[in-house]
């Protein structure tokens, strides 16, 4: 079956510390795309990218670093600079840059 | 910067009722899409829209790309209570695509 893995489902960590979210997906998408969603809130787009090794901010990118070294891999670092970090983070992909978007099932961070 | 606006921000309905969500936008968009949230997990897409006056059903829900570009309506009839849930809508145009806040829906026993 193909589609998009997020791991873990839950994480916790101690303030200052960087922790990684992963996501992978097997559907030969170009495009991925890192999300928060805080309680009550909209989708807000940490950071995107269209194609392996390229990735731009979006619109909450501070604290947070990706990497694209792989078409099926976008990993997010979310450092200690964060200074709000606890959330639900989401992956998404899609075939072309801003086509229908495919989300994972999140993974819920908790910073204490 | 471009914003949907989403309505109503939360509701509360009789299993069986009908139900209507909408969003806009002083925007124009080349397509729409509606997405349903479980709570703790990630967005489905229920349905897109991709040319003005469009109307699309997918089982019980039906969705339509409003004649002005700027708007998308969503129907569900007769709501069963696995329809509870956030429902999402999202305008894409050119390089950007904006999600709206969402539309809670609560089923009442």
């Known amino acids: 079956d193909g589609g998009i893995t997020q791991s873990p489902k839950y994480l916790f960590r101690k303030e200052g510390q960087n922790v990684t979210l992963s996501c992978e997906q097997n559907?030969?998408?170009?495009?991925m795309y890192w999300y928060r969603q805080d309680p009550g809130q909209g989708l807000r787009l940490i950071y995107y990218?269209?194609?392996?090794?390229?990735?731009q901010k979006g619109d909450i990118a501070e604290g947070y670093s990706v990497s694209r070294e792989k078409k099926e891999s976008f990993p997010l670092t979310v450092t200690s600079a964060q200074k709000n970090p606890t959330a639900f983070y989401l992956c998404?992909?899609?075939?072309?840059?801003?086509?229908?978007?495919?989300f994972g099932p999140g993974t819920r961070l908790t910073v204490t | 910067g471009q914003q949907l606006n989403q309505s109503p921000q939360s509701m509360f309905i009789q299993e069986g009722e009908d139900v209507s969500m909408n969003c806009t936008s002083s925007?124009?968009?080349?397509?729409w899409l509606w997405y349903k949230q479980d709570p703790g997990e990630g967005p489905v897409l229920l349905i897109a829209l991709y040319k003005a006056g469009e109307l699309t059903s997918n089982g019980r829900l039906t969705a339509q790309f409003g004649i002005t570009r700027k708007d998308s309506f969503l129907n569900i009839s007769a709501s069963i209570p696995s329809d509870v849930g956030i429902y999402f809508c999202a305008g894409q145009k050119d390089d950007k695509i904006i999600f709206g806040k969402g539309t809670r829906l609560h089923i009442l026993p």
């Open positions: 559907l030969n998408h170009d495009a």
């Open positions: 925007s124009i968009f080349n397509t």
């Open positions: 990218s269209q194609i392996v090794n390229d990735f």
């Open positions: 998404a992909s899609s075939i072309v840059p801003y086509g229908e978007q495919y």
